[in-house]
């Protein structure tokens, strides 16, 4: 087979500027977030620029959340731009997800002043003719209730697009009929020599060890449909929606393995997308970042301008507590809740601003290594949450970060002990708190950014299977 290559862009959340982005309101909203709103349609065009350069690479695939929250004039824009890729050559093939209709959690709006003004909305039924051109138009299968799609992207390769919009509620997921007539396309690709991965918006696997807890993280009945996929022959799905760069493994009991590759949002911290290259042997997945965009960036780099972004939804939190007791409760259901919180709140959030880690070290009597001592606690934090976001956390064993956390959680071992008696006994996860935390901050695998994967054809050579 002769190579082939696709890229992956996800989540990129273009929002239409003319619809008012900018005063009290905007801010509001966007410093709640830890991706970028107004910056959209600067970002995308600087990363579709470069993805249009590739001349070896003709094939996108965007695995949903194309808008903000469902505005019409969001994705009119965000289809001139597809348009615009798509006439420099590429093949373009998109997934929706429940950013791009209304529903309960998504109401499209435009910032203007200090008015959050009501857009039109776009429903889920108009989204197929919507974006026809990208994907439905050249599917050689459909489950048209789904909006999920099968394409054949070259000779011996296909994509199965599974839409997981589910009931736009509680549920995330394939429907049962759904899953019956994606099993029967998986089936019908290897009967007629094809290799075929999938797509589909939520992680089929949980990204980290935390996301387990967190039911918004994956797909709702992620083991069963894991188990069902992998068993019928389908070993690598490209997922989106944590907005978090991470590639993760499963293997069933009958010992087949899938591999699902979360790639962070176009337009978040990192601004992440990837190439994947198929060969005869292997698949080889690589990220790329966005390095540069059209924006006043305050004198920030676009790396720098997008962490910037990500930990002001963290630091804003924890400097309420320290300084606006007001603004932290209306985070937390209102100003008249909790009035009695607002002394240890204050006080926990004003020793955050000052309490290094070498002062962490002091009051628990050991040594943190002088590269690291004087971190203020308060930054790391964020930046372990963020680490996670952006992949490959790097905080691994031999590492001074790693050598202060492990010795300051041994030293907390008769309280977490406690804890792993109550909480192991609901999930064996928590059984070794010290193992969970450490596992949160650095990734021995390094496999979130580049991976090269087997490739099995399909394809009959000479008429036997190859
Ligand atoms: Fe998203
Ligand atoms: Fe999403």
């Known amino acids: 087979m002769k190579n082939f290559s696709l890229y992956i862009v996800t989540d990129p959340h273009y929002f239409e500027n ?8 905007y801010e509001r909203r966007s410093r709640t977030d830890q991706k970028c709103i107004a910056e959209t349609g600067a970002i995308i065009d600087a990363g579709f620029h470069k993805i249009a350069a590739d001349k070896e690479t003709n094939v996108v695939v965007l695995p949903g959340d194309l808008v903000y929250r469902a505005e019409k004039a969001s994705h009119l824009g965000f289809i001139e731009k597809l348009r615009a890729l798509q006439n420099q050559g590429k093949k373009i093939y998109v997934l929706t997800a429940r950013h791009d209709y209304c529903n309960d959690g998504n109401t499209p709006c435009g910032f203007v002043g200090e008015e959050e003004i009501p857009a039109e909305g776009t429903r889920r039924d108009e989204l197929r003719g919507l974006y026809y051109d990208f994907g439905f138009k050249q599917a050689i299968s459909e489950h048209l209730p789904t909006l999920s799609y099968v394409v054949q992207l070259t000779d011996g390769i296909r994509l199965l697009v599974l839409n ?6 509680d549920f995330k997921g394939f429907y049962d009929d759904q899953m019956a007539w994606a099993l029967e396309q998986i089936r019908l690709a290897h009967e007629s020599g094809n290799y075929i991965f999938a797509t589909t918006h939520y992680p089929l696997l949980p990204g980290s060890p935390v996301m387990r807890l967190i039911g918004d993280a994956k797909l709702t009945d992620w083991e069963k449909r894991a188990n069902e996929l992998a068993d019928a022959g389908l070993d690598l799905i490209f997922t989106g ?44 997945i690589e990220s790329f970042t966005i390095e540069d965009f059209d924006w006043d960036k305050q004198g920030k780099t676009a790396a720098e301008y997008f962490t910037w972004r990500f930990d002001r939804m963290i630091t804003d939190i924890i400097d309420a507590m320290a300084y606006d007791f007001a603004f932290f409760t209306r985070l937390f259901g209102g100003p008249e809740k909790n009035k009695k919180l607002k002394i240890p709140v204050t006080l926990v959030g004003k020793i955050l601003q000052k309490l290094t880690l070498g002062g962490v070290g002091r009051l628990f009597w050991f040594r943190v290594d002088p590269s690291i001592k004087d971190r203020l606690l308060k930054d790391t934090a964020v930046e372990f949450v963020r680490n996670i976001f952006v ?38 996860m928590f059984a070794d708190l010290r193992g969970f935390v450490l596992s949160l901050i650095g990734d021995e695998n390094q496999l979130d950014y580049e991976a090269t994967l ?3 054809s399909y394809q009959k050579q000479g008429g036997d299977p190859a």
Request: glycine fraction near 10%.
């Open 18 to 25: 003319k619809l008012g982005a900018s005063g009290p309101a």
């Open 164 to 169: 997981c919009d589910g009931d736009s509620k």
């Open 241 to 284: 929606h944590m907005h978090m760069q991470s590639l993760t493994q499963y293997t069933t009991q009958n010992g087949n393995t899938i591999t699902d590759v979360c790639t962070g949002s176009f337009v978040g911290c990192p601004c992440a997308y990837r190439k994947v290259t198929f060969s005869d042997t292997d698949i080889h």
């Open 391 to 428: 992949g490959n956390e790097p905080y691994v064993p031999g590492t001074p970060m790693y050598a202060a956390v492990d010795t300051l959680l041994r030293r907390l071992h008769p309280v977490l002990r406690i804890a792993e008696k109550k909480l192991g006994a609901k999930d064996p």
């Open 454 to 456: 087997p490739f099995k």
